[in-house]
């Protein structure tokens, strides 16, 4: 699949691929693909064509990408839904939502997800820089993510039960795992916002940071994402990713397994 930049403007998106310079001057062994919501004037509000052209990346990404930073176009990372979409004005260029009652609504939803999903596959770190408002679809996205940087300015808030939804882009399973569930209840109900500094005391934010540092925190974060050899980053990233479902006795099997995986991976067969 190929990524046509009009189709992913249209969407309101962008996408930058670069291979930084290591301290010494020679190139990182892996890229960093920069996806940018691009819909400043509306707080990078979001549509299903932007989740379909999240997908898309996701689907096309060069084999060479093994960080992806998601990050907001302005002062926000994203308003969450587009709401033109619940009344009649409706957004240009995008059809109408389905009917939430319809049989085919579960299937659209799976579709939607799909532009969330890709971030956990363990060949690649996902990095959410957060800056401004996170809201709603904003925020699950940011929760998608493997990694959250939080500029001072940051503010989540789980706002769809506040419009008689609950939150179905990925985001409930991230959010229960890093906080628990009394607390992602509280979050969910209240639909309250959280600034950065709570955000890092729950661990929804890894680091917090001047606004004007974001860009730079994110960059030296993925260059040392990225001293790490791939195979072995991609092999640990799925070896951590299932120690919360397992008991010790599953895990120490699967770290056994996965070691044994990736030296065979990474030395090639015995010398007989
Ligand atoms: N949808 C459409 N337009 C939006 C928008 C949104 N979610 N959020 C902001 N905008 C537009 C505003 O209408 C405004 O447009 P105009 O300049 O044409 O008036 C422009 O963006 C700037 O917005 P504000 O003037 O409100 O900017 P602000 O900095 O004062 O406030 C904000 C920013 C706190 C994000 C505020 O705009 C806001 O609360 N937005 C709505 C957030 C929201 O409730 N989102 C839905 C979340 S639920 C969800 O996402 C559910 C789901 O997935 C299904």
């Given at each position: 699949m190929t990524l046509d930049p009009a189709d992913l403007e249209l969407a309101g998106l962008r996408l930058d691929i670069d291979t930084p310079q290591r301290a010494d001057g020679t190139q990182a062994a892996g890229a960093v693909a920069t996806v940018t919501l691009s819909r400043p004037r509306r707080r990078n509000a979001m549509t299903p064509s932007m989740w379909r052209g999240l997908a898309k990346i996701g689907s096309a990404l060069?084999?060479?990408?093994r960080v992806v930073v998601i990050r907001g176009e302005g002062q926000s990372f994203s308003a969450g839904i587009?709401?033109?979409?619940?009344?009649?004005?409706?957004?240009?260029a995008e059809g109408p939502l389905p009917d939430?009652?319809?049989?085919?609504f579960e299937a659209w939803i799976a579709d939607c997800q799909a532009g969330f999903r890709?971030?956990?596959?363990?060949d690649i770190v996902s990095i959410a820089a957060v800056r401004g408002h996170a809201i709603g679809a904003g925020f699950q996205l940011a929760l998608s993510c493997d990694l959250r940087v939080f500029a001072e300015d940051a503010k989540v808030c789980m706002k769809e039960p506040a419009l008689?939804?609950?939150?179905?882009?990925?985001g409930t399973k991230p959010l229960v795992d890093i906080v628990g569930l009394p607390r992602a209840l509280e979050i969910c109900l209240t639909t309250r916002t959280l600034d950065a500094i709570e955000a890092r005391e729950l661990g929804l934010a890894e680091i917090v940071v001047p606004v004007d540092r974001l860009d730079e925190v994110v960059a030296d974060l993925s260059a040392a994402l990225l001293t790490t050899d791939a195979a072995t980053a991609r092999a640990t990233k799925k070896l951590l990713s299932m120690a919360a479902g397992n008991t010790l006795e599953e895990q120490a099997a699967a770290e056994r397994r996965i070691q044994t995986e990736l030296q065979r991976e990474r030395l090639g067969p015995l010398p007989s």
């Open positions: 060069p084999p060479q990408v587009d709401l033109r979409l619940f009344s009649a004005e409706g957004v240009p939430l009652r319809s049989d085919g890709w971030l956990r596959r363990p008689g939804l609950v939150p179905d882009l990925t």
